[in-house]
């Protein structure tokens, strides 16, 4: 994903004294960087005719970053556990830094990654990353300033951004809804150096600046999977007995004959 490519370049450059941001600029230098299934029932009353009524076309659950969230990580295990895996994984790789050749091993930008904010480790951080870019293809990471120095760094979550675009289609400004308030955050900083908010994106071979969740071309899968998982849960509730009821109104009133209704009987026992 080169997460830590591009979190380790946006830092430095954040990071870096506007003029000599300015110097690398000016040297053209770029820096490193429960329910049961649901059914659908109907009797027709057809004189001597006996009708069975069908479900219509599946419905499929929305690709959005809080479909993916509710019925894929909060309700299928097998979804859970597959970020959780690639998750913990990534954040089981501890960070490194180097100058030159020379890897440091005390440096404040160490310390940030280890301690990024105070409600979460540097692990948890990581972990939180690559969630969302599992379920939404982008993540967003806020950089906060004390007296002109980088302090902390902070997730937003995705569905709380909407990209907005300049006149020549590039990136000009994300807006962070959070209840009732709206933010407005620039895309790039002071002199065109980098902004105060790293978007972090997978690859969308429809969109622009947007990233596609790998979870989303696993939904329908989701879908069938959760609604086995559902039916199987009616169809114990239930004693394994099919559901339904079947009526026969014949013209006048009459009734089936005694060897209609014996054949009738075997014929649903043998296929139900």
């Known amino acids: 994903m080169g997460l830590a490519r591009s979190i380790a370049g946006w830092l ?39 009708v069975f009524a069908g479900s219509g076309e599946g419905v499929w659950t929305e690709r959005s ?64 990353i690559c969630g969302h870019l599992l379920l939404s293809g982008n993540a967003y990471v806020e950089a906060s300033f004390l007296d002109g120095a980088l302090r902390a ?23 962070y809804r959070a209840g009732t308030r709206v933010r407005r955050i620039a895309a790039e900083g002071p002199g065109g150096g980098p902004g105060t908010l790293l978007q972090l994106t997978l690859f969308h071979p429809l969109a622009d600046h947007e ?29 394994a007995r099919p559901s339904g009821a079947l009526i026969y109104k014949a013209e006048g009133g009459g009734n089936l004959s005694p060897d209609q209704f014996d054949r009738l009987k075997a014929e649903l026992e043998s296929d139900l």
């Open 65 to 128: 970053y809080a479909a993916l969230s509710r019925s894929g990580f909060m309700q299928n295990p097998v979804a859970y556990r597959s970020v959780r895996l690639i998750s913990e994984a990534a954040a089981a790789i501890p960070p490194v830094l180097y100058d030159g050749p020379d890897e440091l091993s005390e440096h404040r930008l160490l310390d940030l990654l280890k301690r990024p904010n105070p409600m979460m480790d540097g692990a948890a951080f990581v972990e939180a």
């Open 12 to 50: 430095g450059a954040a990071a870096r004294p506007p003029d000599a941001a300015a110097a690398v600029r000016e040297s053209g230098i770029e820096p490193a960087s429960s329910t049961g299934p649901s059914e659908r029932k109907s009797a027709a009353t057809v004189a001597g005719t006996l």
């Open 211 to 239: 990233g596609y969740p790998p979870l989303g071309a696993a939904q329908n899968a989701l879908d069938l999977h959760n609604a086995a998982a559902r039916w199987n849960r009616a169809l114990i509730d239930n004693s």
């Open 153 to 175: 760094l902070h997730l937003l979550r995705p569905d709380r951004i909407r990209l907005i675009e300049g006149g020549d289609g590039w990136p000009e400004a994300y807006e």
